[in-house]
């Protein structure tokens, strides 16, 4: 697999050149601002001291403080930690909010922990980077394998070490913690605001579209619901389980997670018109379909809410859906967006299309140095502003330089991030 900061500078030099970029500029964009690794000793339930490598990359503030998850994953790289503290400098300015790029990662397998040394470990992580953090300077958040109950410990040593409370210092926290509403499905309902405005551009009216869904976590949960309440027609959704189902007039994702559930495999649960999965009655049972045969369904819209590389070289060629919105992070490889582009697909990429999240985290931030706390609808209304807003501008910037919807992101993101950057180097 190709190394993600390699990617990143590639996707960097190809937005670079269409937008002509000043060429101080670009050198200072092409090095993270500062990268912390530090060693995190962890005293294991069994006494034994275990010593666990951890990273910060703090890509660029121009814009505002860094902001970016930290990771806990057995496979994460001090590269990986660098190319994601990248796309978050580029996706806070996709939708034009003031914070800059930031990434963390600690390599670890966290089911291996007990929560006393899951605990053990996020505090002691904290104490190797916090003088690096803070609300004003660094606001880290959860991502994969972190979660509300790790942030509320990350924010709690903080507290403890500089000596006054901080709550805006991380986000993702528990509501009672100062966590944002709404913070649950946000990601989701960016991406749906990205699916209404592309839906306008395409002339596709929701009853008539249909929707393959990868992955049914919390982001492509809520999108599934989200999207059925709106109209759209979910013919498949697949998990790690392997659970994929395929039914052209629809599946109810209320029902899909009442059955995944129980735990059972959710094939068994149709039986042609007496389907539960489904409201509307059909003749045969719905298709049981891998993985893979999912992402080549013949449908409007396909989403990726699963992991990163999905679509590459090898099925790109077989994609039929007319859109891509990508709720995940990376799921489509450059060598993959070349063939798409070729066969006239749309993406809607991640830096966009899942930036409802980081946009909610931001909204955390905001009240917490405001000292305030805004209502479910409050924080809708402005996420929906945001991402029309950017979505419009994305598109716009695709319309003037010919180019696909991610490129021109990135156009977009880094004239915004250059024209403050330039004047720092002038
Ligand atoms: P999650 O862990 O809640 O869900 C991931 C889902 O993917 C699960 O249903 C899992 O079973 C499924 N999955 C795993 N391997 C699969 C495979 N091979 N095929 C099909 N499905 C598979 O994670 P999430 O928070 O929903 O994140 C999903 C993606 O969205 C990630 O790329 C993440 O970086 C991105 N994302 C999430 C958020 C957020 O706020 N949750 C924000 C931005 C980006």
């Given at each position: 697999m190709s190394n993600p900061f390699e990617n990143a500078m590639s996707q960097l030099n190809k937005a670079a050149k269409i937008m002509n970029l000043d060429k101080d500029v670009h050198e200072v964009l092409k090095q993270p601002e500062r990268v912390l690794t530090v060693s995190i000793p962890v005293k294991m339930d069994n006494g034994e001291i275990k010593i666990f490598t951890g990273y910060r990359s703090q890509y660029n503030n121009t814009l505002g403080p860094y902001k970016g998850g930290i990771r806990y994953h057995w496979n994460v790289t001090l590269d990986e930690v660098k190319a994601l503290s990248f796309w978050m400098m580029v996706k806070c300015a996709t939708v034009n909010i003031p914070m800059g790029g930031g990434k963390g990662g600690i390599i670890v397998n966290p089911k291996e922990l007990s929560i006393g040394e899951l605990e053990r470990m996020s505090r002691t992580y904290i104490q190797k980077i916090w003088r690096d953090i803070g609300s004003d300077k660094d606001v880290p958040a959860p991502d994969v394998y972190t979660t509300p109950q790790i942030m509320a410990w990350m924010r709690d040593e903080y507290e403890k070490l500089v000596g006054h409370a901080d709550p805006g210092v991380i986000t993702g926290k528990p509501i009672e913690q100062g966590g944002s509403e709404g913070r649950g499905f946000s990601t989701a309902q960016g991406g749906v605001y990205c699916v209404r405005e592309l839906a306008k551009k395409m002339n596709m009216k929701p009853e008539e579209t249909t929707v393959a869904i990868q992955g049914f976590g919390n982001a492509g949960s809520f999108m599934a619901k989200l999207l059925y309440n709106m109209?759209?027609?979910?013919?498949a959704v697949s998990d790690s389980q392997g659970g994929v189902f395929y039914d052209e007039h629809g599946l109810d994702p209320d029902k899909v997670e009442e059955i995944k559930k129980t735990g059972s495999?959710?094939?068994?649960?149709?039986?042609?018109?007496?389907?539960?999965?489904?409201?509307v009655p059909h003749e045969g049972p719905c298709k049981h379909i891998t993985n893979e045969d999912l992402l080549e369904l013949d449908v409007d819209i396909l989403v990726p809410?699963?992991?990163?590389?999905?679509?590459?070289a090898e099925n790109a060629g077989n994609i039929k859906a007319r859109a891509i919105v990508e709720l995940?992070?990376?799921?489509?490889t450059p060598e993959a967006d070349e063939i798409l582009k070729e066969k006239g697909i749309i993406i809607v990429p991640d830096v966009l299309a899942n930036a409802g999240g980081v946009t909610v985290s931001y909204f955390e931030w905001d009240q917490n140095v405001k000292g305030e706390h805004w209502t479910e609808v409050d924080v809708l209304q402005k996420l929906e502003k945001i991402m029309v807003d950017a979505f419009n501008e994305v598109w716009d910037t695709k319309e003037k330089y010919g180019i696909d919807m991610r490129t021109a992101a990135f156009v977009k993101a880094i004239e915004r991030v250059a024209q403050g950057l330039k004047k720092t180097l002038s």
């Open positions: 109209g759209y027609k979910i013919v495999p959710l094939a068994c649960y149709c039986l042609g018109n007496a389907c539960s999965l489904s409201e809410a699963a992991l990163e590389n999905q679509i590459t995940a992070n990376g799921p489509t």
